[in-house]
T-cell receptor, first 112, second 115 residues
Framework: DARVTQTPRHKVTEMGQEVTMRCQPILGHNTVFWYRQTMMQGLELLAYFRNRAPLDDSGMPKDRFSAEMPDATLATLKIQPSEPRDSAVYFC??????????FGSGTRLTVV | KQEVTQIPAALSVPEGENLVLNCSFTDSAIYNLQWFRQDPGKGLTSLLLIQSSQREQTSGRLNASLDKSSGRSTLYIAASQPGDSATYLCAVRQDSGGSNYKLTFGKGTLLTVNP
């Protein structure tokens, strides 16, 4: 089965450090999403791309977060500087128009 | 702004019972609705996708219905098994002329099926 691959699976970092999370979407999928999941807020959309172009990043704190898609096989989410409140599970998902979306296994980020 | 609510937040049932999970959304102008399953510490697995023109979808012991006008969907699980224990999430995609692709999620229902 095709799947969305996220790395790293777990990341512990100190406050103020830069964090980069990577996602390899399913080949051929033209829409890629970044979601964040916390116990309090549930799943929140941070940003998404269609055909590699950013369509919506309104859910992302722009002073510290950035999302890019340098090519069709790689999406990145970067936090600089990281803060303890960024601790969460970050999910990448990909899909095609009108179809269901496939989620990766997530990156569990802990900022101490 | 679309809001998705799932009731109950948690549900515990004995094995073999049929059960219904509920999802409601405030804006009925949706493109589709998707049900996901999430196991502890894992990602989301898509269970069923219902397009706005459809009334229901079935997969094995799962049946999802959609009443777009009233802003409701239900997920029916027949003959529940301990392996069905997980969090079930409902998500809607807005209909904005085909230019809005993002999903808005409910906070999920934590289901426990006891042997």
């Amino acid at each position: 089965d095709a799947r969305v691959t996220q790395t790293p699976r777990h990341k512990v970092t100190e406050m103020g450090q830069e964090v980069t999370m990577r996602c390899q979407p399913i080949l051929g999928h033209n829409t890629v999403f970044w979601y964040r999941q916390t116990m309090m807020q549930g799943l929140e959309l941070l940003a998404y791309f269609r055909n590699r172009a950013p369509l919506d990043d309104s859910g992302m704190p722009k002073d510290r977060f950035s999302a890019e898609m340098p090519d069709a096989t790689l999406a990145t989410l970067k936090i600089q500087p990281s803060e303890p409140r960024d601790s969460a599970v970050y999910f990448c998902a990909s899909g095609l128009t009108g179809s269901s979306y496939t989620f990766g296994s997530g990156t569990r980020l802990t900022v101490v | 702004k679309q809001e998705v609510t799932q009731i109950p937040a948690a549900l515990s049932v004995p094995e073999g019972e049929n059960l219904v999970l509920n999802c409601s959304f405030t804006d009925s102008a949706i493109y589709n609705l998707q049900w996901f399953r999430q196991d502890p510490g894992k990602g989301l697995t898509s269970l069923l996708l219902i397009q706005s023109s459809q009334r229901e979808q079935t997969s094995g012991r799962l049946n999802a219905s959609l009443d777009k006008s009233s802003g409701r969907s239900t997920l029916y699980i027949a003959a529940s098994q301990p392996g069905d224990s997980a969090t079930y999430l409902c998500a809607v995609r807005q209909d904005s002329g085909g230019s809005n692709y993002k999903l808005t999620f409910g906070k999920g229902t934590l289901l426990t099926v006891n042997p």
